[in-house]
């Protein structure tokens, strides 16, 4: 593996990684078709002028954390490219579902609304404990649409439909008292998602409002489950199933799972799924705070796996209060150790934190393999 390191500023001595060994060539030709599948990431052009999605600012209010908003929105184009190719596509923030729309839906069932939450079946006259008894599930509905690039008409349509893991309530009896707590959806142990059950269930709704909506194009609909993780959690939900609805149908004939996981380091989950890596990212760990004892520097990771396998790996580095010239020295340090964690087709990213502000990064190119360091 030819690797270069590329300073953004001067930096001596420079560290050379070091080269893969005979060992790691076992699987070579799998990791190359791996490493292609990775690299080759496709990316939406958006449609110009842009134009803002006509829900603008209601994912961020229904949504738990920012990391969830991020994630659905960046996920589901990454997941449309399979049904709307790039080359004949732009992507154009969703036009037909507006705020009213999403809203409705966001009610709890009843007789005479369009709400897909859960209805409260026996009130008990205590406002919190009838919100903890029947939690609501539906959290948003993101809406994504595809325009031809030749004609300049929409043709595709994809959405996402968030549901709650756990359950946020904020609620108000009659005399204006609030009340908040935090319920889990799921209590069972019965291996059986509800949560994705109930995405399934509703999912039929929403296609059959959009095809009975004749301001909406009928056009395919690629239709995802993304299932947030909770609103303290540093990692975000997952998307948990997908299908494809044909131009002029109205029904969900089949789902496929989706696959894709994130996971933190360190932590139990990550060495049960992948002790090698796991045991890499200690021992990077460890390098590093044993180089920068008098910082205590704070490590923790996170990864992403698709299909099982490592797709891409985040790092941050907490370090308070850390000057310019051990910043330096830390950039040489994390630089020279990534070759304990370096793998040949994934990009990795190093940020250094001090009191959360970003002061330095270590990127590792998996393309142009070649390492870029900087302060900021």
């Known amino acids: ?87 004949e ?53 993101l809406e994504q649409n595809f325009v031809n690039k030749e004609n300049g008409k929409v043709e595709g349509m994809s959405l996402a439909i968030s549901l709650n893991e756990f359950y946020d309530i904020r609620v108000h009896d009659d005399k204006g008292l609030t009340y908040t707590d935090q319920v889990k959806v799921d209590t069972n142990e019965d291996k059986v998602n509800d949560v994705e059950n109930y995405g399934k269930k509703i999912a039929g709704t929403i296609i059959k409002n959009i095809r009975n909506n004749n301001k909406i194009p009928n056009v395919p609909i690629y239709l995802t489950l993304y299932q947030e993780s909770n609103k303290n959690d540093i990692i975000p939900g ?74 891409e790996l985040k790092i941050d580095v907490n370090v308070p209060l850390i000057n310019d010239t051990e910043l330096i020295g830390l950039l040489q340090l994390t630089s020279t150790k990534l070759n304990t964690i370096l793998f040949d087709y994934i990009p990795i990213s190093i940020r250094i934190l001090d009191q959360n502000k970003d002061v330095g990064i270590v990127l590792w190119d998996p393309i142009e393999k070649q390492i870029y360091v900087t302060p900021i």
């Open 238 to 311: 997952i998307f948990l199933a997908q299908t494809f609805i044909p131009e002029g149908e109205d029904k969900i004939d089949k789902w496929a799972a989706i696959d894709i996981k994130n996971y933190t380091f360190p932590s139990d989950s990550l060495y049960s799924l992948d002790k090698d890596t796991s045991s890499k990212l200690l021992i990077f760990k460890e390098d590093i705070q044993e180089g920068f004892k008098h910082l205590n520097p704070k490590i923790v990771g996170k990864l992403r796996y698709e299909n099982g396998k490592l797709t």
């Open 89 to 141: 596509f732009y992507m154009q923030e969703g036009q037909y579902l507006d705020g009213k729309t999403i809203n409705k839906w966001l009610d709890r069932k009843s007789k005479e609304g369009f709400g897909l939450n859960p209805p409260i079946e026996k009130s008990t006259g205590d406002v919190l404990e009838d919100e903890k008894s029947n939690p609501k599930i539906l959290s948003h509905v």
């Open 1 to 87: 593996m030819n690797i270069k390191k590329s300073m953004l500023f001067f930096l001596s001595p420079l560290f050379l990684l070091a080269s893969c060994s005979d060992d790691d060539q076992v699987n070579k030709n799998d990791e190359k078709m791996y490493a292609s599948s990775i690299q080759k990431q496709e990316i939406y052009e958006i449609k110009q002028p842009a134009i803002s999605n006509v829900s603008r600012g209601l994912i961020v209010n229904n949504m738990n954390n920012s990391l969830n908003v991020t994630e659905v929105e960046k996920g589901l184009m990454d997941l449309s490219v399979n049904y709307f190719p790039t080359k």
